[in-house]
């Protein structure tokens, strides 16, 4: 099988070579190094999301009544009522 890199086996022995490199008094130093790294990843992340939200400018207010410009057509909004005729 050569596309199954990673079975049970291979994962004891990778975890195995990890143990035997770094110690295992030194792993629970280097696990809490690591959290603590992404910890503050995080937190810069958060910090420069939350400066570009505080930096952009605020939206100019929109008007509800605008003046109508000059040359622009108007249009009658008023109905006509015809006559009946019977």
Request: glycine letters at 8%; zero cysteines; aromatic letters at 6%.
């Amino acid at each position: 099988m050569p596309f199954n890199f990673f079975t049970p086996t291979h994962l004891v022995i990778i975890l195995l070579v990890i143990v035997v490199l770094f110690g295992a008094k030194k792993l629970p130093s280097a696990a809490r190094g690591i959290g603590q790294s992404l910890r503050i990843f995080k937190a810069e992340m958060g910090a420069k999301d939350g400066k570009a939200e505080d930096t952009a400018p605020p939206a100019p207010p929109q008007q509800l009544n605008q003046a109508p410009q000059p040359g622009a057509q108007q249009h009658n909004t008023t109905t006509q009522q015809g006559n009946v005729q019977s």
